[in-house]
Nanobody
Framework: VQLVESGGGLVQPGGSLRLSCAAS?????MAWFRQAPGKELEGVGA??????????ADSVKGRFTISLENANAKKTVYLQMDSLRPEDTAMYYC????????????????????WGQGTQVTVS
């Protein structure tokens, strides 16, 4: 599985960005994680294979929306980020797994075996 992210950039506080992650190959659950300098990798949002179950970190609930598009046997996961804050500044990574264990684990690093290269988001 190959994951290719895009959509990062520099935005002012209160602004919006949309990240995209295109997956080649079969995937089950998918997620977005982020890592700020000096901090641990944090699960931001995740969804199951069909996009029916979605979970979010408390820090982004009501501001970020994760969604799924299936077209021509290709899956793309989006992260719409609104009302951005300086503390949202981080490298954002797309993650996927071919067999997911359950909703309760969707925001855990251990759930995922496939990772993208990351895209930088800076809110300033």
């Amino acid at each position: 599985v190959q994951l290719v992210e895009s959509g990062g950039g520099l935005v002012q506080p209160g602004g919006s960005l949309r990240l995209s992650c295109a997956a080649s190959g079969y995937t089950d659950c998918m997620a977005w994680f982020r890592q700020a300098p000096g901090k641990e990798l944090e699960g931001v949002g995740a969804l199951d294979r069909w996009g029916g179950s979605r979970v979010y970190a408390d820090s982004v609930k009501g501001r970020f929306t994760i969604s799924l598009e299936n077209a021509n046997a290709k899956k793309t996961v989006y992260l719409q980020m609104d009302s951005l804050r300086p503390e949202d500044t981080a490298m954002y990574y797309c993650a996927a797994d071919r067999y997911c264990l359950g909703t309760s684990l969707l925001l855990t690093v251990q759930e995922y075996t496939e990772w993208g290269q990351g895209t930088q988001v800076t809110v300033s």
